[in-house]
């Protein structure tokens, strides 16, 4: 490779030709493809602002900046397939050890930019007029590689006709819950892209109700850590003596019932029991803490548990990190790794920090949030192809074993 910065030199051009034709076969058109190769290699190559009029003056094929317009903002080319192409690459080489849902804001002036609105960023606990995006990202110890894009819609923008028609919002796109956005990024790669096995990590701490999320990830058979605030309901389900025969000690005519409060609550109950010290690694520096788990029972899509309470082994926990000598825990989660070392789980709930703190490294390296236009198709294309960026770089970085940043 000729640089480590990821530029697509003399040592790389047959990869990266070998990579475009790969990736853009679904492209029926071989000037969509070319306009594909020419965007790809101006995020990849392009100093600065991804400007489109920046990239097509890098372009040897001399693409002019109108047909690159084109080809990201009005060209209905389908940017899934695209994505299954590139996920199919990368899980050949990089072994999920997560998928984190992450969020990711895009600053807009204005208010005719495709979902465009002043709204809470979660992420940065602040209102901004932004764009807001859900995303699915392969994450490891070492990376963190966003795959598969949702784009929030505002119920603002539910039955605003001029928008929906200057923005090319399809029809069948309107508002849903914030849940449901999470849960698709989810979705294609579980329906259509097989993909690789791991735990589903989310921070939902900022959500208004967490029930929905969890049901929709234990429907779908996945395994899962999701953060939570201490004011969640829960139902706190020890497991109950058992008989020779393995059946719960009851008292006759009497229905076991779960504790019922909110984490807090339960911690606070909970605060003498044994808690277990845990150490990890993080950017270098060993960090140690002492973690609580209690059974409890899947929270529903309400205020109920998803589950009857019957005095079996719950494969549902909390778990609390509750730092030495301080008054109150630090973070909570809701997990179903009742059969993973708790030193794995905690590893986990470090992975959505690490995650954010790339995809931002990201934003700035391969313009993730320079795209120009408004519409909905070419937020989604402009994305689609950073992602590429990222992976073909992180792939060419890994072959020839040089530093991945």
């Known amino acids: ?10 040592g790389t051009k047959d990869h990266f030709q070998e990579f475009c034709d790969d990736v853009f076969q679904a492209l029926h058109r071989a000037d ?7 965007y790809l290699n101006g995020l990849i190559n392009c100093d600065g602002r991804k400007s489109i009029r920046r990239m097509a003056a890098l372009s040897a094929s001399r693409h002019s900046e109108q047909s690159l317009q084109q080809f990201i903002n009005q060209s209905p080319w389908d940017h899934q397939p695209i994505r299954e192409r590139l996920l199919g690459r990368l899980v050949d ?3 999920p050890e997560a998928w984190v849902i992450c969020e990711v804001a895009f600053p807009k002036h204005g208010r005719y930019s495709a979902a465009v609105h002043r709204q809470y960023v979660r992420a940065e606990r602040r209102v901004s007029n932004c764009q807001l995006a859900t995303v699915a990202v392969l994450a490891t110890d070492e990376h963190s590689i966003p795959v598969n894009w949702r784009l929030v819609l505002p119920e603002t923008w539910r039955d605003d006709e001029e928008r929906r028609s200057r923005a090319r919002i399809p029809d069948h796109e309107v508002p849903r819950p914030y849940w449901q956005y999470q849960v ?3 979705d294609d790669m579980i329906l259509d892209w097989g993909m690789a096995p791991a735990p589903v990590v989310v921070d939902a701490v900022q959500l208004s109700t967490v029930g929905p999320l969890i049901s929709a990830l234990v429907e779908r058979d996945l395994p899962y850590l999701v953060q939570v605030g201490p ?28 504790w019922r409060g909110t984490a807090g609550d339960l911690v606070h109950r909970l605060h003498d029991q044994p808690r277990s010290t845990v150490s990890w690694e993080n ?3 060993t960090h140690r803490s002492q973690f609580l788990t209690a059974p409890i029972l899947r929270p529903g899509p309400g205020d109920e548990p998803a589950e009857r309470y019957d005095g079996s082994a719950s494969e549902h926990q909390l778990v609390v990190d509750w730092p030495f000598n301080k008054a109150k825990p630090r973070g909570y989660w809701v997990t179903n790794l009742s059969d993973t070392e708790l030193s794995d789980v905690v590893q986990l709930t470090q992975m959505p920090v690490k995650v954010h703190n790339r995809v931002e490294g ?7 949030r320079d795209y120009e236009g408004r519409t909905f198709a070419g937020w989604h294309h402009h994305v689609t192809l950073v992602s590429a960026a990222y992976i073909f770089t992180l792939l060419e970085n890994l072959r020839t074993a040089t530093a991945v940043f």
């Open 1 to 10: 490779m000729a640089e480590d910065d990821g530029r697509t030199g003399l």
């Open 32 to 38: 969509q493809r070319r306009a594909g190769q020419t």
């Open 93 to 95: 080489a990089v072994k």
């Open 184 to 186: 698709e990024t989810i």
């Open 231 to 258: 004011n969640l309901p829960v139902r706190y389900a020890p497991e109950r003596p058992r008989l020779a025969g393995g059946r719960p000690v009851m008292q006759p005519g009497v229905r076991p019932q779960p």
């Open 283 to 285: 950017a270098g520096r």
């Open 362 to 368: 990201l934003a700035s390296r391969f313009g993730l």
